[in-house]
């Protein structure tokens, strides 16, 4: 039996670095050819040998639609990991470590354009995971918060009903751990913050403009709640 797909993957250098740059934010190819150092039509090949395998998808921008986002499936990565420790012997397939219960350090600050769904949405699932943990949201844009998002967090047992949004000026001079940006267009505008908190960026489309009603939210939640998922286990690494 020969060694298993993802390590033959991992195990190059460029994809490495390239895997370990998307494991911390969504990035154009500009952006990470810079990261990495190679040339563009290098790191574009990378990119398709990892996206032929499903480590990594591509998203057009919803503030250009010229470039793309890349962003890696890491719930797929610690799969294929297991699975090649598992190969090996069956003690080395992984387990995940558990969550603490204490606030991890830093406090996070999740924007997007309206704050009116995806980060009010991702600070309520932050929330309910750490309730000791400072949690905010912020639009460049503010408008009402949008009811399906209320019903979809209503379903998961969260009370969204009464949340206000703000603008991210409310917070211009407060100190975050992370700032995370979800969508396109407010990551081009959102200012820096004091302390160099960690930027991170997801690049989530808008579930109000998918067309398909509460399902385009419910994938949303679903994504939020994957991605918290790993960006607590970064936190409290």
């Given at each position: 039996?020969?060694?298993?797909?993802?390590?033959?993957?991992?195990?190059?250098?460029?994809?490495?670095?390239?895997?370990?740059?998307?494991?911390?934010?969504?990035?154009?190819?500009?952006?990470?050819?810079?990261?990495?150092?190679?040339?563009?039509?290098?790191?574009?090949?990378?990119?398709?040998?990892?996206?032929a395998?499903g480590?990594?998808?591509?998203?057009?921008?919803?503030?250009d639609g010229?470039?793309?986002?890349?962003?890696?499936?890491?719930?797929?990565c610690?799969?294929?990991?297991?699975?090649a420790?598992?190969q090996?012997?069956?003690?080395?397939?992984?387990?995940?470590?558990?969550?603490?219960?204490?606030?991890?350090?830093?406090?996070v600050?999740?924007?997007?354009?309206?704050?009116?769904?995806?980060?009010?949405?991702?600070?309520?699932?932050?929330?309910?995971?750490?309730p000791?943990?400072?949690?905010?949201?912020?639009?460049?844009?503010?408008?009402?918060?949008?009811p399906?998002?209320?019903?979809?967090?209503?379903?998961?047992?969260?009370?969204?009903?009464?949340?206000?949004?703000?603008?991210?000026?409310?917070?211009?001079?407060?100190?975050?751990?992370?700032?995370?940006?979800?969508?396109?267009?407010?990551?081009?505008?959102?200012?820096?913050?004091?302390?160099?908190?960690?930027?991170?960026?997801?690049s989530?489309?808008?579930p109000?403009r998918?067309?398909?009603?509460?399902?385009?939210?419910?994938?949303?939640?679903?994504?939020?709640?994957?991605?918290?998922?790993?960006?607590?286990?970064?936190?409290?690494?």
């Amino acid at each position: 039996m020969g060694p298993p797909v993802f390590l033959g993957l991992a195990g190059h250098p460029v994809r490495w670095r390239l895997l370990t740059e998307l494991a911390r934010s969504d990035r154009q190819v500009h952006e990470l050819t810079d990261l990495v150092g190679e040339p563009q039509n290098l790191v574009s090949y990378h990119l398709g040998r990892l996206r032929a395998e499903g480590l990594v998808s591509a998203r057009r921008s919803a503030a250009d639609g010229r470039v793309a986002y890349y962003a890696l499936d890491l719930a797929r990565c610690g799969d294929l990991l297991s699975a090649a420790g598992a190969q090996l012997h069956p003690a080395l397939a992984l387990v995940p470590p558990p969550c603490s219960g204490d606030a991890p350090p830093g406090a996070v600050l999740f924007l997007c354009t309206g704050n009116s769904a995806r980060s009010q949405m991702a600070e309520a699932l932050l929330r309910r995971a750490r309730p000791r943990l400072t949690v905010a949201s912020a639009g460049s844009h503010p408008k009402a918060v949008h009811p399906d998002a209320v019903r979809v967090m209503a379903e998961r047992g969260i009370d969204m009903s009464g949340r206000r949004s703000k603008h991210l000026a409310e917070f211009a001079g407060d100190r975050f751990g992370h700032v995370v940006t979800l969508c396109d267009k407010v990551r081009l505008v959102a200012p820096d913050f004091p302390g160099g908190p960690e930027r991170v960026h997801w690049s989530l489309p808008d579930p109000a403009r998918a067309g398909d009603g509460l399902a385009a939210f419910a994938r949303t939640a679903e994504e939020l709640s994957t991605r918290i998922h790993y960006l607590l286990h970064r936190m409290e690494a």
